[in-house]
């Protein structure tokens, strides 16, 4: 009976040391981690040493943020985007990374708990107050440059290293656009080139998808309104209502871009709109589904125009683009939309 209870003694020991052991171990780690997390490098100097040189050797710069994921690679041609069949990439975007990376500088270390990386925008990717992170790569495909910027307070911004805790406090230059990571893939495409000036407008030849075909002209620069030419019998509801659909091309910018050899619907409407100077662009509307798309055709009536002719084409040529449906209302509204039949065509038998 004795011995039982002496091994019994020894059991209970045993199991008391061993739960000490791992208590005292998990102690020890909780102290690591917090002195981790209270110690505090100490950095200065730019944030990405080797930015530039780097940036000469990349082919790939992929881009993440709270609203998609997309790469830009660099072509012979210049940088463009795979996802959009390789559409150019507006030069000053990349210009604007280029400075804000450039600029960051070490202001100093702040915290390392991962529990508080949401309040400086630095969590991980697809979750709330997620981080907008870029990555450089060469043409074997290796990760030249890492990084996950947050929130900008003042002059600093936050940011850390991908698989690290430790977040960091940087510098940056006041010009530079610390906006531009959080922004969509359209956004960094150049698909505003086709700004004619509403005041250099001088006739628009429109082909609604339901309706009469009708033209509008406007006399000279100096007058206020476009005059609706044809057909006849159509009266303006008012003086200017011609006057929206005139000027849809003065400044367009588009959705989003494609191959027109993908777009496997049928041209539903026209928009041609010519200038005082003699530049002449017609946008065939393609119905795509519920979307709708344009393709542009461009000439030059005067040698005038010869220049932004050339550059509009050069620009456009062999492409797509969607059209938001605020400038589709605009550019082909039905002509029942602006003018009304004559009384007397209206009561005609």
């Keep these: ?3 039982r209870l ?32 209270a110690w ?56 604007a990374l280029d400075n804000l990376l450039m600029s960051l500088e070490y202001e100093g270390a702040r915290t390392a708990d991962p529990g508080k990386h949401d309040r400086l925008s630095l ?6 107050n997620g981080a907008n992170r870029v990555i450089l790569r060469d043409a074997d495909g290796q990760v030249l440059e890492d990084i996950l910027l947050g929130a900008t307070r003042g002059d600093t911004l936050y940011l850390r290293f991908p698989g690290e805790a430790r977040t960091y ?13 959080a922004q969509p893939a359209d956004e960094w495409l150049a698909l505003d080139f086709l700004s004619l000036g509403r005041n250099e407008i001088a006739a628009a030849e429109i082909r609604p998808e339901a309706g009469p075909q009708y033209r509008l002209v406007r006399a000279a620069q100096s007058s206020r309104n476009f005059s609706l030419r044809e057909p006849t019998g159509w009266q303006p509801i008012t003086a ?11 400044r367009l910018r588009f959705r ?17 709109a010519e200038t005082f100077d003699g530049l002449r662009v017609t946008l065939d509307i393609i119905a795509q589904g519920e979307t709708r798309w344009a393709r542009i055709r461009t000439e030059a009536i005067t040698d005038d125009a010869e220049a932004e002719a050339a550059r509009i084409i050069n620009a456009s040529q062999g492409w797509a683009f969607l059209l938001s449906d605020l400038a589709v209302d605009r550019m082909i509204r039905p002509l029942d939309q602006i003018a009304n039949p004559r009384a007397a065509e209206a009561d005609a038998p």
């Design 256 to 272: 989003d871009v494609r191959r027109e050899e993908r777009l496997t619907g049928s041209v539903v409407a026209f928009h041609t």
């Design 40 to 95: 505090t490098p100490d950095v200065s100097g730019p944030v990405l040493t080797d930015w530039s040189a780097n940036v000469q050797a990349a082919r790939e710069i992929e881009i993440v943020n709270a609203q998609e994921r997309f790469v830009i690679t660099r072509s012979p041609s210049g940088w463009t985007m795979p996802s959009r069949d390789g559409f150019a990439v507006r030069p000053e975007r990349l210009a």
């Design 169 to 181: 406090a940087a510098r940056f230059d006041a010009d530079v656009d610390t906006g531009l990571l």
């Design 6 to 37: 002496d091994q019994q003694r020894l059991k209970h020991l045993v199991l008391t040391a061993a739960s000490a052991v791992v208590m005292l171990a998990g102690a020890v780690t909780l102290s690591v981690m917090d002195v981790r997390q």
């Design 240 to 250: 200017g209502a011609g006057n929206g659909p005139a000027t849809a091309l003065g």
């Design 1 to 3: 009976m004795s011995q």
């Design 123 to 128: 969590a991980e990717e697809g979750q709330e």
